[in-house]
């Protein structure tokens, strides 16, 4: 029949079509679907099984599409020139099922490690005692068994390493590999190692201190395991200790243990609980700069915690970024329409933001929102002892007056906890009506309800 007939007619043999690979190469038709037995590739010895590529930069033999039993039968054929293939995956897996692009070298004397590669080297016609025939056991088959087991667990152990060396951002793939290779009869004390690290990565402190004390239980004196056992229970305290010194109101001695936390490991572990205690505690401590950048990290590790998205809102606040802050909620209202809290926020920011086309009382007394109550008096003194009537010329005191009322007004209202917080919160401490009716909802929650209690009217200019 013609080559151009269609293979899809079932109407020719694979022999009459007469175009069948070398080597027994397969067409994406005929794909394995199912991935190829160690065994079936490794054979008794004669390949060995690497995580990387060939290096040196050598020409390829050949290259073409081939599953894997294909390509072993192709370079097999070819013993003299061929000395092993490579083949690029997608996911770390020694034995790749289906037809892959492999390439076919002459030489394999160095592998350069790399993930996303799988090179088999074959080590001639015997390669190991498990090629040979003759075993020191008597035992071929078990001999060959642990063969094809130590190099595919091998595999896993390298790719768990590389994958390592990648950083945080990796440790899920880390632990992965280490279970394939655990399952494969790795090295117990390297796979809990490595997988100790990648779980304290991930903060999980618990499964790190698990792995290893397993460690430690055969072997108390590894010097690894218990250099980092002992900083992990170090780290652990004093996050810990943090959380105890918050829950009592002492931030600063607070903040002191959680950045001792931080100094534990190089580089640091910023856990969840860390980056949240310092954004909390700095806030608190009105440190709006250090309070802003700590909130920001917590928030990208935790996006969708409302609580951690309000203390970034009100460091932003704290930090003179009120439009930023404002965004940030208002974004956040896209996602969370229902939540009260989220829409009280935003409206209280509102507020603050309107406050300041009026007299903004931090700047006449020449502070920021996060000052303390004592940098409150400290600034009010000395500018009431510059601007007093009595200490300025004549021609001045006019001018002079009239400042001095704004600073003696700037400290009632920030010199007063109450009233500063409620200045803070947007609200105009400076509208007579408003503030009377506050108190009077104070003395009678139901006065503002029909049938509750009776209508109040206030005078214009000033407190009953």
């Known amino acids: 029949m013609h080559v151009s007939c269609k293979k899809s007619c079932g109407k020719c043999s694979s022999s009459a079509k007469g175009e069948k690979p070398a080597g027994g190469q397969r067409t994406a038709g005929e ?80 592998v350069v490690d790399d993930l996303h590669w799988v090179s088999f080297v074959r080590l001639g016609d015997s390669g190991s005692s498990a090629g040979t025939g003759q075993c020191d056991s008597g035992d071929c088959a078990t001999s060959t068994q642990r063969w094809h087991a130590s190099e595919t667990a091998r595999y896993y152990l390298r790719v768990a390493e590389l994958a390592a060396a990648k950083g945080p951002a990796s440790s899920q793939e880390v632990i992965d590999q280490v279970r394939a290779a655990l399952l494969s009869g790795a090295s117990r004390e390297a796979c809990y190692m490595l997988r100790a690290k990648a779980y304290l990565q991930q903060e999980n402190l618990e499964k790190c201190k698990g792995d290893l004390g ?28 943090a959380k105890t010194l918050e829950a009592g109101r002492q931030y600063q001695p607070a903040v002191d243990k959680l950045r001792a936390a931080l100094e534990t490991f190089s580089p640091p572990i910023e856990s969840s609980t860390l980056k949240q205690g310092l954004c909390r505690c700095q806030l608190k401590l009105k440190q709006g700069a250090e309070a802003a950048s700590w909130c920001e990290k917590a928030h990208r590790a935790e996006p969708d915690d409302l609580a951690v998205l309000f203390t970034l809102a009100d460091a932003k606040a704290l930090n003179g970024e009120e439009h930023a802050a404002l965004q940030l909620l208002k974004t956040a209202q896209h996602r969370f329409r229902n939540n009260m809290e989220l829409h009280q926020k935003v409206q209280q920011l509102e507020n603050r933001i309107k406050q300041q086309s009026k007299v903004n009382y931090y700047k006449v007394l020449g502070l920021t929102r996060s000052a303390s109550q004592k940098e409150v008096k400290r600034a009010y003194h000395k500018l009431a002892m510059k601007y007093h009537p009595d200490k300025v010329a004549a021609d001045e005191k006019a001018t002079a007056e009239a400042t001095f009322k704004k600073v003696a007004r700037a400290y009632e209202v920030l010199g007063d906890e109450e009233m500063r917080r409620r200045y803070d919160n947007g609200e105009d401490v400076d509208d007579a009506n408003a503030m009377n009716q506050r108190q009077q909802q104070q003395q009678n929650p139901f006065g503002g309800f029909p049938g509750g209690g009776a209508r109040h009217h206030f005078r214009q200019g000033g407190f009953w």
């Open 214 to 241: 397993a460690i430690l239980r055969h072997e108390p004196e590894h010097p690894a395991a218990k250099a980092l056992h002992r900083q992990v229970k170090k780290y652990q305290r004093a996050i810990d200790e």
């Open 31 to 110: 794909s394995s679907a199912a991935a190829p037995k160690a065994e079936d590739i490794l054979g008794e010895g004669a390949y060995s099984l690497h995580a990387g590529r060939f290096g040196g930069g050598v020409e390829p033999l050949h290259q073409g599409r081939f599953t894997l039993q294909a390509a072993k039968q192709w370079c097999d054929e070819r013993r003299a020139q061929c000395a092993g293939f490579e083949v690029w995956v997608s996911k770390p897996t020694p034995m790749p099922a289906g037809e892959h692009m492999m390439v076919f070298l002459r030489v394999a004397s160095t």
